[in-house]
């Protein structure tokens, strides 16, 4: 990339994510950044790409019993079980102050059913405020024996294709990497009408506690996040990146502006910030402007230049 | 409000075998603090561990602009902590949680700490002091030499008891027996205690056998500590449903709103 350095407010942030339109191309993952407002005293939230919110579900759920989370080397274990107020409340309690902050939300989904993905759709289809949403597809399906939605292509292409014909709203499934092959789920996904691709929700795992001698987590397994998974994030946007044709929200234990920086080069258009958060609050605003800043650098009028170049022969 | 500071470390000083003091320049952060609150640290710039530690405001310094905390070393981020020198910074979040409330009126209180569990309390010692409230305080280690906040307690002025299991304090044996022996039935009793789970457990016993009320403070495993992750979930008591949060809720709680673990953790 040998262009002239240019100043960082000529670099163009915008991006569109299959129809999702964002300031910048950096969001805070679906459920390590609430609602938004828990960490309204570090930042404007509104400075944000978009803020994906936490899973919603039909229900109310209480969600598993603790320990919920433990530290694993360079990453931790979740087993939250996607404690929410039910969508009713999330419309009703959250998004009045969310469309009062001005922030691009992105509803993030999960269903225990087909039909319920599709109420889901349906129900937040017309909610002001709401950009775009999110599926969840690493839940069970409780009519299949529980197998998880994320990992069959023919349930995939189902799960968004139910949500596609209930909303207007871009649809974005975020892919389960616990998979074989993901290029095939992708697939799946692309033919089932999805607008983009979000990548990756964490690794299944597990941590023991010798002292106990008991599974750490009461549920036994939980989701890896953290700069633990980075790699195999990475490796799976650049071998779906080749194969299909829609853009990708990227994530998986971005932790840096560097980190950030290789996602986009993989292919992503934009990417998440999880669990780097809670290591520190500012970094969302960080890797805004260190991206910003390396374009300039490079001499990239947009920051979409950067989507993809790491394929370049 | 709570803010993130980058805080200079003024001294860390090792204070038993395994526990150390640490007093951090935090001049943003200490005119909020209140006693029951905590700061989450993040040990090092090497995302090695990678997540923050909570630890309790142990005393502030509103004129100096100091915070000092006092931490047990029982793994890698406080084994990190240990390693800072005065004249280095640390990146301290806070202060964070729900601060103890302060007793009715013409109640004494009393707080009763094990451990490394007393941090908490003598923050709230000094400002209880300074409202005027009787204060007194029923402090228990194992040994001896781990009664490392007493004489701060003393400088204090509050009437302060310790219980070792070495017999070499005040009193021999368990610091909830010495509760129960300290009881004079004159006064009502505002109880605060902070430690591990199955003492601070007893003192709810005791507060249930004499009418007494009081609160907790617990201690939860937390990735965020501002309330987005729920990760730091306790049940509340008496309820089939429905999880707090330690971090945002808490860590102070009403005596009898959370369940207590009998069984060490
Ligand atoms: C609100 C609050 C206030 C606290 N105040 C103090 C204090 O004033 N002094 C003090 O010595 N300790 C305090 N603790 C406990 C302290 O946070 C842990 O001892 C510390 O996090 C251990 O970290 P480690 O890396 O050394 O241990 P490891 O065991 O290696 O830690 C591994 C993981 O488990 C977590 N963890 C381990 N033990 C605890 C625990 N008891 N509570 C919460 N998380 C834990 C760590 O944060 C880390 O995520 C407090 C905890 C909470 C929740
Ligand atoms: C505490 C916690 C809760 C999460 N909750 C959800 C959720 O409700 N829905 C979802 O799709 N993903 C959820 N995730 C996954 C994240 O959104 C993200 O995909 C994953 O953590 C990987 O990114 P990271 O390494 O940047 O955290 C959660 C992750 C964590 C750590
Ligand atoms: S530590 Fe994240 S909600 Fe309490």
Known sequence: ?313 | MPTLESALVISNNQVSSHMFEMELAAPQIVPFCEPGQFVHLRVNSLNDPLLRRPLSLYDVDKKRGTITLLYKVVGKGTTSLAQLHADEYVDVMGPLGRPFSYPPAGQWAILVGGGVGIAPLLYLARRLKEKNYPVRVLYGTQSSSELVALDRFRQLGVQTVAATMDGEADYQGLVTDLLYQQLSGQEVEYLYTCGPEPMMAEVAEYARQYGLNGEVSLEEHMACGVGACLGCARKLKDSDEGYVKVCKDGPVFGLYEVELDLAPR
Request: aromatic share 6%.
């Open chain 1, 1 to 313: 990339m040998p262009n002239q350095p240019l100043k960082p407010d000529k670099v163009d942030m915008s991006v569109n994510l299959g129809g999702l339109q964002m300031k910048n191309p950096v969001c805070t993952a679906s459920g390590t950044f609430g609602y938004g407002s828990e960490y309204i005293d570090y930042f404007d939230p509104a400075l944000l790409g978009a803020v994906i919110v936490k899973g919603t579900t039909m229900e109310p759920r209480a969600g598993n019993p603790p320990p919920r989370i433990v530290e694993t080397p360079a990453g931790m274990l979740n087993a939250i079980g996607l404690e929410n107020p039910g969508v009713e409340a999330f419309i009703s309690q959250y998004m009045p102050e969310l469309r009062a902050q001005g922030v691009t939300v992105v509803a993030n989904i999960a269903g225990n059913t087909l039909e319920e993905y599709g109420q889901l759709a349906q129900r937040l289809d017309h909610v002001e405020g709401i950009a775009a949403l999110e599926l969840n597809i690493s839940c069970p399906n409780v009519k299949q024996g529980g197998l998880q939605f994320g990992t069959d292509p023919d349930m995939v292409y189902q799960v968004v294709n139910m949500v596609k014909s209930n909303t207007q709203l871009p649809v974005i499934p975020k892919l389960s990497p616990n998979v074989t092959d993901i290029v095939a789920i992708a697939s799946a996904a692309q033919e089932g009408g999805a607008d983009a691709l979000a990548m990756i929700n964490t690794l299944m795992g597990m941590a023991v506690d010798i002292d106990r001698c008991r599974p750490t987590l009461a549920n036994i397994f939980g989701g890896l996040s953290g700069p633990a998974i980075k790699p195999v994030a990475l490796r799976m946007i650049y071998q779906v990146y080749q194969q299909v044709k829609l853009p990708i929200l990227g994530g998986g234990g971005i932790v840096s502006v560097r980190d950030a920086l290789e996602f986009m080069m993989v292919g992503a258009s934009a990417v998440s910030i999880g669990t780097g958060i809670f290591v520190d609050p500012y970094l969302p605003c960080q890797v805004i402007d260190g991206l910003q800043e390396y374009a300039a650098q490079h001499g990239l009028a947009s920051i979409k230049e950067l989507v993809g170049a790491a394929h370049q022969e």
